[in-house]
DNA sequence: CAACCGTGGTA
DNA sequence: TTACCAAGGTT
């Protein structure tokens, strides 16, 4: 099916490529890298939808790669929060560091490989996107197209291998990047998990998948396991119109953000219930989280007038600018409470 | 290799 | 309401 398959895609991509803030207008040149490189990092595991706010609001800030590198981690960080996954902003600033110093980014797969916070999909999105150089670019719509286009039944994970080899017979030489992101287009507005619009599609008449029947039924995936349901306790402290916050260990769960002290709660167990200072605390509620691997029922014990501040690192930060604290959506919903109710 | 790591939209 | 899902990477 070699290039026929191509052929077809990218005249539909041609007619259907979505207008997003990081590609490149039709008939432009390349994208910037640095466009590219940020928009494929905000996306691992993050909707389109979720994203193009964060990568105006980081373009606009931090114009190019030096600029991001320049920026003090905490920034970027606090601009980051609510994204998720906050080791991708902290590898960011590393990646941006690297690349700064080397005088641009690395052209090739194989050394973007090695930026910190891109692994095998995003070097090769990266490659082709931004440098036009051939690369097997498979993300989870790629996976989905892939094992529908050719029936590929083998449950993933396993099925991964399959998946690259049944896509490495359609990848063409040229227009790499236009054919990487058109697979995505493809995956995400017609041939989606739930849903394939079939009669819409450019390969309708060479797709396995559709001839066997029931295409939404590939790929077949291995069951999730059930989510714990954890409990823990936030405390807001305030004083004089501010409100304690800590920072939370480089690593793990939320890591180096700013956040509400905490007993301890975590996906392997429940919080203490202990305060991090003494004195008459009252309950403030609970907020409902869910996070990838469990559920959280946090609750908030409040203490409005503490007058030792608690121990350890900290910080008294004032209300009328919790907005810039850059406090994950956790706790975010946790001040959120803690102030309606005050 | 399987566990760990966020969040918001959707059915 | 619950479970699934999304342009995955690291350990």
């Known amino acids: 099916m070699c290039d026929r398959a191509a052929d077809l895609l990218l005249d539909w991509y041609d ?5 997003l803030p ?3 207008r039709p008939g432009a040149p390349l994208p910037d890298p640095y466009h590219v490189w940020l928009s494929e990092v905000m996306l691992q595991q993050t909707t389109v939808a979720a994203v193009i706010p964060y990568f105006e609001k980081f373009t606009t800030r931090w114009p190019d790669v030096a600029a991001l590198a320049a920026a003090p981690e905490d920034e970027v960080m606090a601009a980051w929060a609510g994204l998720g996954y906050y080791s991708r902003a902290r590898n960011l600033v590393k990646a941006a560091r690297e690349v700064s110093r080397a005088g641009g980014f690395p052209t090739t797969e194989a050394e973007l490989l090695k930026l910190p916070g891109l692994g095998d999909y995003t070097a090769a999105a990266v490659a082709a996107i931004a440098f036009e ?6 993300d989870a719509n790629v996976e989905r197209v892939i094992a529908r286009l050719f029936a590929i039944e ?3 994970p396993g099925g991964k291998k399959a998946i690259r080899a049944a896509l490495d017979t359609i990848t063409p030489e040229r227009r790499a990047g236009d054919f990487a992101q058109a697979m995505m287009d493809l995956g995400s507005s017609l041939c989606r998990a739930r849903e394939a619009q079939c009669l819409l599609c450019p390969w309708q008449a060479i797709c396995a998948g559709r001839e066997a029947g029931d295409p939404t039924r590939l790929p077949v995936k291995a069951p999730k396991k059930a989510k ?4 823990g306790t936030a ?8 409100v304690w916050l800590v920072k939370r260990p480089g690593k793990g769960m939320l890591g180096g953000m700013r956040a509400l002290p905490d007993d301890g709660w975590s996906a392997r167990g429940d919080g203490s219930g202990v305060a991090p200072v003494a004195g008459a605390w009252r309950a403030g509620g609970m907020v409902r989280h869910s996070f990838t691997h469990f559920h959280l029922e946090l609750g908030l014990a409040v203490h409005a007038d503490t007058d030792p501040a608690p ?5 008294w930060w004032p209300l009328d600018r919790l907005d810039d604290a850059g406090l994950p ?4 919903k946790a001040a959120a409470l803690a102030l309606a109710e005050r």
Do not use: S, Y
Request: charged content about 40%.
């Open 22 to 24: 990081w590609r490149a």
């Open 15 to 19: 007619r259907h490529a979505r207008d």
């Open 311 to 315: 121990d350890g690192e900290g910080e």
């Open 133 to 138: 150089r051939r690369a097997l670019v498979v």
């Open 228 to 231: 714990p349901t954890r409990t």
């Open 329 to 332: 959506t956790l706790f975010a």
């Open 235 to 242: 405390f807001w402290v305030e004083r004089d119109e501010a």
């Open 154 to 156: 083998e449950p993933l």
